[in-house]
């Protein structure tokens, strides 16, 4: 029994050496995963702020060239928006924030960067309730300024969302050295483990021979050892439980890369996408309109051809560029419309026929305008108006190639309803939802080519947002019609197109 106690002793070091193991490893992969989960939340929110510092740049560059003082008084509303935007991330990055996974700052080299990015965002504020204040001359005076506050405070921005990667990376480190101690610790166990189980296998084999030698009928012999067999279900889970940890730490660093990744794109994006990008294509556009009318110079016929074809692609593109911004601020939820009073709905569907007969040369089609004596006047956006029947009446033109385009108006009750009926291919009932999802298009869509799949969202969504609504009849190879309805007395001031 002697020899027994010292085993089980020997066994249950070992398991409780293992044990501990296991809760160690659990609580630190537990910890790192939150470490790194909530380090990733910090990073997600500098990647906003450095968004948000763009978008700063951006809106400070047109407010300086807008003239409107509607529009740039949206533009300041938007600025003021975003300051307090990143005021918010500040405050959430100092203090943290519960909502969003994140913890205050307290790594002594990250929260001297954040010192330096909140130093720097406070000198921006000054500028920016400067630039609010001035006019469009001063605020020219201060572009230079606002550029080099800003590029700083994105620069920080960016230092700081690196410090916390290494952080990141340093915790990684640490558990994958930790996964090293871990295994050469468990090897040496097993070491001991088997030098255990060979004593007890040879306690086993002297039980057999004493056991044959009773069976012998050597009756003097006596047994001194006894098995047992727990250790290797005990290596068996703590195998388990170290796989567990290692396919944690796996998944941790495949969530880290994957939100670094959509950091960048989402950055490149924001960057892009911006003014700048139509700015040189509407020089592009214009220069060319130059040559082709000869004011830089005499131009042949076939090079007047080529450079039309260049200007129509031009167009084509610029159109598809301010389809794709448009869908971006209603999906972020920044597309404002500037309602105007006695809105002239005949002045914007007579606009509307005659920019579609433009669409319909050399097509046997008929364009009827059929309106309703006596419209009424509507508190509307004029331009979003004429956007949202010119992206109704182009698929119409595109699509119908002989017979009759109708573009009706007339009132029903408190509202105002505008009509275009066409002679097309017509929409079968199973795709007519897929009219109004971005980026999508029906069967006949794809066919004939072209365009993003954005103008009918769009449309819808700028008809929400005046309080209306838009829908469509039709069936395969009966025509189209699509409705759009607008309250006439609208209570709307400025309503964001979300």
């Known amino acids: 029994m002697k020899l027994l106690r010292s085993f089980r002793v020997q066994l249950f070091i070992i398991a409780g050496v293992l044990f501990g193991l296991l809760l160690f490893t659990l609580d630190f992969g537990t910890r790192t995963a939150a470490n790194a989960a909530n380090s990733q939340a910090i990073v997600n929110l500098v990647g906003q702020q450095r968004s948000t510092v763009l978008l700063f740049d951006s809106t400070f560059d047109r407010l300086e060239m ?12 938007l600025i003021r928006s975003l300051e307090a935007t990143f005021d918010a991330g500040e405050e959430a990055l100092r203090s943290g924030d519960p909502e969003q996974g994140i913890t205050a700052i307290t790594n002594p080299d990250a929260l001297a960067v954040f010192e330096q990015v909140d130093s720097r965002w406070h000198q921006f504020k000054e500028t920016i309730a400067t630039g609010l204040a001035a006019t469009p001359e001063q605020l020219a005076e201060l572009d230079m300024t606002i550029d080099n506050q800003s590029a700083a405070l994105y620069a920080f921005s960016d230092r700081l969302a690196n410090a916390i990667n290494t952080l990141v990376s340093q915790q990684l480190e640490r558990s994958q050295r930790l996964a090293a101690g871990l295994g050469l610790v468990s090897f040496i166990l097993l070491i001991v483990a088997f030098f255990v189980i060979n004593n007890i296998a040879r306690s086993v084999n002297r039980l057999v021979h004493t056991a044959d030698r009773l069976s012998n009928g050597d009756l003097s012999v006596r047994a001194g050892r006894e098995s047992i067999e727990e250790v290797a279900r005990l290596a068996a889970t703590f195998n388990t439980m170290a796989s567990q940890v290692e396919s944690r730490i796996a998944d941790t660093e495949a969530a880290r890369d994957q939100a670094e990744r959509a950091d960048k794109v989402k950055s490149a994006f924001l960057a892009s ?5 139509r700015t040189p294509l509407n020089s592009v556009i214009n220069f060319t309109k130059f040559v082709h009318q000869g004011i830089m110079g005499p131009v042949n016929k076939e090079q007047q051809e080529a450079l039309g074809e260049v200007i129509d692609s031009g167009k084509h593109l610029l159109s598809l560029i301010n389809d794709v911004l448009d869908m971006s601020k209603i999906e972020s939820g920044t597309l404002k419309l500037f309602m105007e009073d006695q809105v002239d709905v005949q002045a914007v569907l007579e606009s509307a026929h005659t920019k579609a007969k433009s669409l319909l040369v050399d097509k046997p089609i008929e364009l009827k305008l059929e309106l309703e004596s006596s419209l009424p006047t509507i508190r509307a956006d004029r331009q979003r108006l004429l956007q949202i029947l010119l992206n109704i009446l182009s698929n119409a033109c595109k699509f119908t190639e002989q017979g009759s385009i109708r573009i009706k108006a007339y009132t029903a009750g408190d509202e105002l309803v505008f009509a275009v009926q066409d ?14 999802e971005p980026f999508r298009q029906t069967e006949t869509g794809l066919r004939q080519g072209g365009g993003t799949g954005l103008g009918m969202p769009i449309s819808q969504k700028l008809a929400e947002a005046h309080g209306g609504r838009i829908w469509l009849e039709s069936n395969k190879g009966e025509g189209a019609t699509f409705y759009v309805s607008i309250p006439i007395h609208s209570k709307l001031t400025v309503a964001s197109a979300a």
């Not at 807008?66 to 533009?75: C, F, G, I, P």
């Not at 996408?273 to 990008?277: C, N, P, R, W």
């Open 273 to 277: 996408m911006s003014h700048e990008l």
């Open 66 to 77: 807008v003239t409107d003082e509607s529009e740039r008084a949206s533009l300041k509303d």
């Open 423 to 436: 002679t097309g291919p017509g929409i079968a009932p199973e795709d007519q939802a897929a009219v109004f």
